[in-house]
């Protein structure tokens, strides 16, 4: 993209940036430090060169169905044009507690207030559970068993939206499975050949419907997981010009 180009997108668009920075800081999965950033040569060889270390499912991330289900598309293989939607924000902050799960109904709601959702769109259920994205502790929120509790998708309403053809859901918890350890919600959707982001940020900025996201993965041949930079591009009203 040339100067002029990127001009044109900074002026027809607010960019709102969905992911949440990589540090050794994150809050993970099995609670333990999964990401490292180290200096292998510095300045004084000329350049600073670095190697990363980590799990390839940390931070905001992308699941593709090969995660879950054997022989499915990989990373790599995720056709470019799911990369790119239309978002539809699911809006249950108000009333997610830990134990939470996004409902036929509240897609039914949404559905009822802002239209069908379209297809080949990305539907991101924001829960505000990001809000403790600082605080690994309350983000994973254990309790006395082992048992992570967090806001998440019902079995469901996964189910539901294959009814529309989505090319993914996201959420801004660790996971669209919490409760079942069977992970229902990964084999819907992984298994209809959908892709999965977890761990997003920043849903409070963007508008229910409307906006655009890109959401592009290390293309990783073979790659079941990908950290991934999902940016939201929420269109500017447009001016009427006077005519003269």
């Given at each position: 993209?040339?100067?002029?180009?990127?001009?044109?997108?900074?002026?027809?668009?607010?960019?709102?940036?969905?992911?949440?920075?990589?540090?050794?800081?994150?809050?993970?999965?099995?609670?333990?430090?999964?990401?490292?950033?180290?200096?292998?040569?510095?300045?004084?060889?000329?350049?600073?060169?670095q190697q990363i270390k980590m799990h390839a499912g940390l931070g905001t991330h992308m699941d593709a169905p090969s995660h879950r289900i054997p022989g499915g598309n990989s990373i790599a293989e995720i056709p470019l044009e799911q990369l790119i939607v239309p978002a539809c924000v699911i809006d249950v902050s108000a009333q997610a507690d830990a134990d939470y799960e996004v409902s036929i109904e509240d897609i039914e709601n949404y559905e009822k207030e802002y239209g069908k959702i379209p297809q080949s769109s990305l539907v991101i259920a924001y829960t505000g559970w990001s809000r403790y994205w600082s605080c690994s502790d309350a983000y994973r929120n254990v309790d006395g068993k082992g048992q992570m509790h967090f806001p998440a998708f019902s079995a469901t309403s996964a189910q539901w939206l294959l009814r529309r053809d989505v090319a993914g859901i996201a959420i801004d918890t660790l996971s669209p499975d919490c409760l079942d350890q069977t992970f229902p919600v990964h084999k819907t959707i992984l298994g209809a050949g959908k892709y999965i982001i977890e761990n997003i940020a920043n849903c409070s900025q963007i508008p229910p419907h409307g906006s655009l996201v890109m959401a592009l993965p290390l293309r990783a041949q073979e790659a079941t997981e990908s950290p991934v930079r999902i940016a939201c591009l929420i269109p500017f009203p447009k001016t009427c010009e006077k005519s003269h």
């Open positions: 993209m040339n100067l002029s180009q990127n001009s044109l997108v900074n002026q027809s668009f607010k960019i709102v940036d969905l992911t949440h920075p990589l540090s050794s800081h994150i809050p993970t999965w099995n609670g333990s430090c999964g990401f490292c950033l180290e200096i292998k040569k510095d300045y004084d060889k000329m350049f600073r060169v």
